[in-house]
């Protein structure tokens, strides 16, 4: 159970030194039970102190990973209810289903959708992780080897699906270096699949059919000695998943249930048999709270649009997305090519190289670094004004790669000129691009 503020003063050396930022050790003590606070930063706390307050410190609900390398998939972590208190941290894996009881062309197809539906999206790939395989077939050693066939073909974070101990054993010895996820331990066979977590050191599931259960269960499995543990309640239909989804958090959150303190997993591909209808339930559980979401199969139209759901879910609401100063070569400018300036808001960004590649006019476009504001708040907050923008364009090396002296600034700011231009000298000539980048293309085809 965690400690409270108080309880955790009294583990506090009691100087009121100040190091850890606020003037009191009590200040510390409710900050540390609030989970603002980090405990590495009293540097004074005794070693046997440190030992009680790390259960105080942790997250309330535990972050786990499944998989490894570049794909790991992170989930839990979490501090919030809701997205605007702070932000959520550790977006939920979204896994294809694979049985070992579909045909061998299905098994290939489905593979390939995993590998191909990947999406440039304002400088991110975004993408699915994982993918559940599943021992339908009842045969041990067809499982571990359609185990072994994805884990070959994909760099999936895998979750391994079987009630047979001796299956998720065959499936571990092809796979345990990618660390799986194990489903699932339950009442029955929980002895077995602590001992397969344990000895192969993956994380398991617990799964059970309502809270009461699922504590227990998730008392002996980390009496057991596995830490990192997903929970599935059990719920296959829509308004029992969203409440045990809001339970679940909110008993990690607010009674500090370490029981239940851990990510989720869920099934919206055991819910419907209607793809369409599966994609919005999914939606609901990228929003509210699952860690893992298995889906029956990747369709781009249906997968697009919960990649995004998920990216603005999981974006920090307090830092906007923003591109590296620079220059950016768009097409393979020369030259000769049109120099443009906007800000670093990467939607903004996005957009204007989008429509200049849509010119086929190569072109050097400036992004300045305007705390990741769009153009007209960066030019209302004085980050993107004359002076501004003459210092930076003359520190960004732009003169070095072209030969003209024109500069490109976009029509909502045209105010700012005259300012540029002083900042520039006399040997710069400021042109007012359009107001909606929709408009490049023609402007940049009529030439400068
Ligand atoms: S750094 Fe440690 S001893 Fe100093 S005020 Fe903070 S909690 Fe107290």
């Not at 041990?140 to 979750?159: C, G, R, S, Y």
């Not at 249906?302 to 998920?310: D, E, G, I």
């Not at 030969?403 to 490109?408: L, M, W």
């Amino acid at each position: 159970m965690a400690l409270t503020g108080i309880q955790i003063f009294k583990l506090l050396p009691k100087t009121n030194c100040g190091e850890c930022g606020v003037p009191t050790c009590l200040a510390f003590a409710m900050n540390l039970a609030a989970g603002k606070a980090e405990l590495a930063s009293c540097p004074y706390i005794s070693a046997e102190s440190k030992a009680q307050l790390s259960e105080a410190s942790a997250p309330p609900i535990r972050p786990i990973a499944v998989g490894t390398g570049d794909n790991v998939v992170k989930i839990g972590g979490e501090t919030v209810l809701f997205r605007h208190e702070k932000t959520f941290v550790n977006k939920p894996g979204l896994a294809i289903m694979i049985s070992d009881a579909i045909p061998a062309d299905e098994v290939a197809e489905r593979i390939k959708r995993f590998n191909l539906l990947k999406y440039d999206w304002i400088g991110l790939v975004l993408r699915p992780e994982m993918i559940a395989v599943k021992n339908d077939s009842g045969d041990a050693n067809k499982f571990a080897a359609l185990v072994k066939k994805v884990m070959d073909e994909t760099d999936a974070a895998l979750i391994l699906m079987s009630g047979s101990a001796e299956a998720l054993k065959a499936a571990l010895q092809v796979s345990a270096q990618r660390v799986p996820l194990i489903y699932a331990a339950m009442d029955e066979n929980a002895d077995a699949m602590i001992a397969l977590a344990m000895e192969y050191k993956c994380p398991l599931t617990a799964k059970a059919d309502n809270m009461d259960s699922l504590t227990a269960l998730t008392d002996k499995i980390s009496a057991g000695g596995v830490k990192d543990i997903v929970l599935d309640s059990g719920a296959r239909t829509v308004r029992r998943v969203f409440e045990d989804q809001v339970f679940i958090r909110r008993a990690a959150l607010f009674q500090k249930n370490r029981s239940l303190g851990f990510p989720t997993i869920a099934f919206p591909c055991e819910m419907t048999k209607d793809p369409m209808k599966e994609t919005m339930i999914a939606s609901v559980l990228v929003a509210k709270y699952a860690g893992i979401i298995v889906l029956s199969d990747f369709q781009g139209e249906s997968l697009f649009p919960l990649l995004v759901a998920r990216l603005n879910i999981y974006t920090d609401p307090q830092r906007p997305m923003m591109m590296k100063e620079g220059i950016y070569p768009v097409g393979n400018p020369t030259e000769d090519s049109p120099v443009m300036i906007t800000t670093n808001f990467a939607l903004t960004y996005f957009i204007v190289s989008g429509e200049i590649e849509g010119s086929r006019v190569p072109s050097w476009l400036l992004v300045m670094d305007t705390e990741g504001l769009s153009v007209l708040t960066a030019w209302a907050a004085g980050k993107f004004v004359g002076d501004a923008i003459g210092q930076f364009i003359k520190k960004s090396g732009i003169a070095e790669k072209v030969k003209h002296r024109k500069i490109v600034i976009p029509g909502f700011v045209a105010a700012v000129s005259g300012d540029l231009e002083e900042e520039l000298g006399s040997t710069w000539e400021v042109k007012i691009g359009p107001r909606e980048a929709a408009h490049l293309a023609p402007f940049l085809k009529q030439g400068l």
